[in-house]
């Protein structure tokens, strides 16, 4: 079974950074893609960076030069750091284990800009 933790959330201004965490329990993190989300109220989920399991990364546009998605597969652990945050930004962000349908996710952790 795999468990998800995100962690790293919290209130900033805008302009400021957040970096946030997502602990991975199994013996499968290495070897799957891991994903973010995020979501705001009456949204859909968005799909903010992707990693593979080789690191290869991609992103969503609105973030592209201020978020970096990265992954220590020894603490099985992918990270997500934001800077020059924006109040669009704002919304509770997901961390997901691309394995088997639908994938793996956490429950998730705030992050709130504030302009």
């Known amino acids: 079974q795999v468990r998800l933790v995100e962690s790293g959330g919290g209130s900033v201004q805008a302009g400021g950074s957040l970096r946030l965490s997502c602990a991975a329990s199994?013996?499968?993190?290495?070897?799957?893609?891991m994903a973010w989300y995020r979501q705001v109220p009456g949204k859909q989920r968005e799909l903010v960076a992707t990693i593979s399991s080789s690191g290869t990364t991609q992103y969503a546009d609105s973030v592209k030069g201020r978020f970096t998605i990265s992954r220590d597969n020894a603490k099985n652990t992918v990270y997500l750091q934001m800077i020059s945050l924006k109040p669009e930004d704002t919304g509770a962000y997901y961390c997901?284990?691309?394995?088997?349908?639908?994938?793996?996710w956490g429950q998730g952790t705030q992050v709130t800009v504030s302009s």
């Open positions: 199994g013996s499968i993190f290495s070897l799957v893609a």
């Open positions: 997901n284990l691309n394995y088997g349908l639908g994938g793996y």
